[in-house]
């Protein structure tokens, strides 16, 4: 077994722990790092997790530092309060040092999460395991190490979570999901297979007598993505809104991308 591996988040669990504050003249601070102390916290890392999985055999997987396929095909304005952030001390030297002496690899446009989800997709199963915090790589099926165990994700688990996320958002990742869904009512809309389904009725006392009032109920939706769209259409916005937001948060899998070729995702009809 193959062990896939978040090289954007392993590097930057290993060097933002060793940077160091230091204050001199009683105002001035120098933040600096060692990379050799960076560089021994990701060994510890990767042993402890090659344990975990019971595998010497290891893929890292990075995003492209560049381009994001989100950013360019589907809305601009994805992850733009990260532009003027900065990655920790020593993250570039310690990527560096991991492409020359370990197996690892890159692709244009792709995040990290995408690459880890089309190889763990076009594999056979069980040969290869992801490893991520990332709870994104929910929508990838297949074997994954989370807590300190190896767990498997059905496909049906992983096409409902990228729904969830749909609905939830995920503001750190760059979509806020359906205004006025949070998590728990995001769960409970897609456990049920129930819809949204605005019925009027006329106000028959009080000071408001005589108004039509829109009242939602539940009633049985025709598909998952059914469900999605009428959270949607309850908070006022359009399918194309759904549609856009299921976009960025989709994890690509095999079938999504093919030479080079990215395919933007399209709700199932099923």
């Known amino acids: 077994m193959k062990l896939l591996i978040d090289g954007d988040m392993i590097v930057h669990r290993s ?19 060692d990379f050799n102390d960076a560089w021994g916290v990701m060994q510890s890392t990767l042993s402890d997790l090659t344990d975990l999985a019971g595998t ?3 893929l890292f997987v990075f995003s492209d530092p560049e381009r994001n396929w989100r950013k360019e095909l589907v809305d601009e304005t994805y992850k733009a309060d990260r532009a003027t952030s900065r990655k920790p001390l020593a993250y570039w030297a310690v990527r560096e040092e991991i492409e020359r002496q370990y197996d690892a690899i890159w692709e244009p446009m792709l995040e990290a999460d995408d690459l880890l989800g ?6 056979d199963p069980g040969e290869t395991c992801i490893w991520s915090l990332d709870k994104d790589l929910k929508q990838v099926p297949g074997l994954h190490l989370r807590d300190d165990e190896i767990i498997t994700i059905t496909k049906e688990e992983a096409d409902r979570f990228h729904l969830y996320q749909t609905l939830a958002g995920d503001v750190t990742d760059g979509y806020s999901g359906c205004p006025g869904v949070g998590k728990e009512v995001a769960r409970r809309a897609l456990e049920s297979g129930m819809k949204l389904w605005p019925v009027e009725r006329e106000l028959q006392r009080g000071p408001r007598k005589g108004e039509i009032e ?18 949607y259409r309850k908070a006022g916005l359009a399918p194309a809104e759904a549609l856009r937001q299921a976009r960025l948060a989709k994890i690509l ?14 709700p199932s009809k099923k």
């Open 56 to 58: 010497d055999d290891v």
């Open 253 to 266: 899998r095999a079938e999504d991308y093919e030479n080079g070729v990215i395919k933007l995702w399209v």
């Open 118 to 123: 089309i190889y763990q997709t076009q594999a």
């Open 214 to 231: 829109t009242r939602w109920v539940e009633v049985p939706a025709e598909t998952p993505w059914k469900t999605v769209l009428s959270h």
């Open 15 to 33: 060097t933002v722990a060793v940077e160091k504050d230091t204050r001199f003249l009683d105002r001035y601070h120098i933040l600096f790092s």
